[in-house]
């Protein structure tokens, strides 16, 4: 390719944080969309999408490829993140199906759930690198080769307003969206740097522990299985909890050790959700299963169907909690929104 940018790029990254940034005088806030990270890069008829660790999307996604030829700039480099749409709301579970091995499942994949881009950075343009100009300047180049909005190829909304990001941190979750990112708008680009900050939802559950996996590093809890019982008193895998200090991961070994289950599990290493890696085959996900007896408080930001759509975080014990009162009748729902009415602003 004959770009100022060649792949791969790393993205540059945000930390989180509790609460919106105030607004400076130079903040601008855009909605933090739940899909898969990608540069775009154009240079005529070759495309190619650059995933977040840096390895190629471009097999998986040809419809996107087809896309970008034909609602792009010639030569481009554009930053934005890969999504699928489900009626009116985003469908991540649709998009993991998508990284698939055999091309005759990516192409009827792709007929059946296309992808769409929705671009919020400007790299490259022509024979000009942008990754030195302030990120304002990138957002109103990137707003300049959207005059012709494409179907599958958009921008995302974005806004000066403090009090209008929470507005949208508040309502557009209804659409499958997972917070509010802030953007400095002095920003140069800097790859694999954490530089811009991301707020999600954060709320509460109580889960039961059904299992755990062990720590790559040797025989000590990596992370703890979780389950909510469903309206059948059937048990379901609804996620991990992580984030323990390497002693306490130790500690835990000999704590659960009691309650290690023989036989009689509702759970096998093939059934539960993400039994296979799509980008590591060979990763190890079995796991040691645990009689469903001991419950934990831990926190999520939200559900992408009947899960956690992220790591949840260990909050607390609560032995005065029954692992039958574990039911996903607690979890709040955010209330719906239209994705259309999100990317017509």
Same mark, same amino acid.
């Given at each position: 390719m004959n770009l100022p940018l060649r792949p791969p790029v790393a993205p540059m990254l945000a930390k989180a944080v509790k609460?919106?940034?105030?607004?400076?005088?130079a903040m601008?806030?855009?909605?933090?969309?739940?899909?898969?990270?990608?540069?775009?890069?154009?240079?005529?008829?070759?495309?190619?999408?650059?995933?977040?660790?840096e390895r190629p999307f471009t097999r998986y996604f040809p419809e996107l490829v087809e896309a970008v030829r034909a609602e792009l700039p010639e030569?481009?480099?554009?930053?934005?993140?890969?999504?699928? !749409?489900?009626?009116?709301?985003?469908?991540?579970?649709?998009l993991q199906q998508r990284i698939h091995p055999a091309a005759s499942r990516v192409?009827?994949?792709?007929?059946?759930?296309?992808?769409?881009?929705?671009?919020?950075?400007?790299?490259?343009?022509?024979?000009e690198s942008l990754v030195e100009a302030p990120f304002a300047e990138r957002r109103?180049?990137?707003?300049?080769?959207?005059?012709?909005?494409?179907?599958?190829?958009?921008?995302?909304?974005?806004?000066?307003?403090q009090e209008r990001a929470a507005e949208w941190f508040e309502t557009f979750e209804g659409a499958g969206l997972d917070g509010i990112v802030a953007k400095p708008g002095g920003l140069p680009y800097q790859p694999d740097k954490r530089v811009m900050f991301k707020v999600r939802h954060e709320r509460t559950a109580d889960a039961v522990i059904a299992g755990?996996?062990?720590?790559?590093?040797?025989?000590?809890v990596g992370s703890l299985l979780l389950g909510?019982?469903?309206?059948?008193?059937?048990?379901?895998?609804?996620?991990?909890?992580?984030?323990?200090?390497?002693? !306490?991961?130790a500690e835990l070994v000999d704590e659960l050790a009691p309650y290690v289950s023989q036989d009689g599990h509702p759970w096998s290493a093939e059934s539960l959700p993400g039994a296979i890696s799509k980008w590591s085959a060979t990763k190890d996900l079995s796991?040691?299963?645990?009689?469903?007896?001991?419950?934990?408080?831990?926190?999520?930001?939200?559900?992408?169907?009947?899960?956690?759509?992220?790591?949840?975080?260990?909050?607390?014990w609560r032995p005065d909690r029954t692992p039958e009162s574990c039911t996903f009748e607690q979890l709040e729902q955010p209330v719906s929104y239209d994705l259309d009415d999100i990317l017509a602003r």
């Amino acid at each position: 390719m004959n770009l100022p940018l060649r792949p791969p790029v790393a993205p540059m990254l945000a930390k989180a944080v509790k609460s919106l940034p105030p607004q400076d005088g130079a903040m601008l806030y855009e909605p933090k969309w739940d899909g898969y990270r990608c540069i775009v890069f154009r240079d005529g008829d070759e495309v190619y999408l650059g995933s977040r660790n840096e390895r190629p999307f471009t097999r998986y996604f040809p419809e996107l490829v087809e896309a970008v030829r034909a609602e792009l700039p010639e030569r481009v480099v554009v930053d934005g993140e890969i999504v699928i !749409r489900s009626g009116q709301t985003l469908d991540f579970e649709a998009l993991q199906q998508r990284i698939h091995p055999a091309a005759s499942r990516v192409k009827l994949l792709a007929e059946e759930t296309p992808a769409s881009f929705i671009a919020f950075d400007l790299l490259a343009l022509g024979d000009e690198s942008l990754v030195e100009a302030p990120f304002a300047e990138r957002r109103a180049r990137l707003e300049s080769i959207f005059g012709n909005a494409g179907r599958s190829v958009r921008l995302t909304p974005v806004t000066t307003s403090q009090e209008r990001a929470a507005e949208w941190f508040e309502t557009f979750e209804g659409a499958g969206l997972d917070g509010i990112v802030a953007k400095p708008g002095g920003l140069p680009y800097q790859p694999d740097k954490r530089v811009m900050f991301k707020v999600r939802h954060e709320r509460t559950a109580d889960a039961v522990i059904a299992g755990y996996r062990e720590h790559k590093s040797g025989p000590v809890v990596g992370s703890l299985l979780l389950g909510l019982y469903d309206a059948e008193g059937a048990l379901k895998h609804v996620g991990v909890a992580a984030s323990f200090p390497m002693k !306490r991961r130790a500690e835990l070994v000999d704590e659960l050790a009691p309650y290690v289950s023989q036989d009689g599990h509702p759970w096998s290493a093939e059934s539960l959700p993400g039994a296979i890696s799509k980008w590591s085959a060979t990763k190890d996900l079995s796991f040691v299963p645990l009689r469903p007896e001991l419950v934990i408080e831990v926190a999520y930001d939200h559900m992408e169907g009947t899960r956690f759509r992220h790591t949840a975080h260990f909050r607390r014990w609560r032995p005065d909690r029954t692992p039958e009162s574990c039911t996903f009748e607690q979890l709040e729902q955010p209330v719906s929104y239209d994705l259309d009415d999100i990317l017509a602003r």
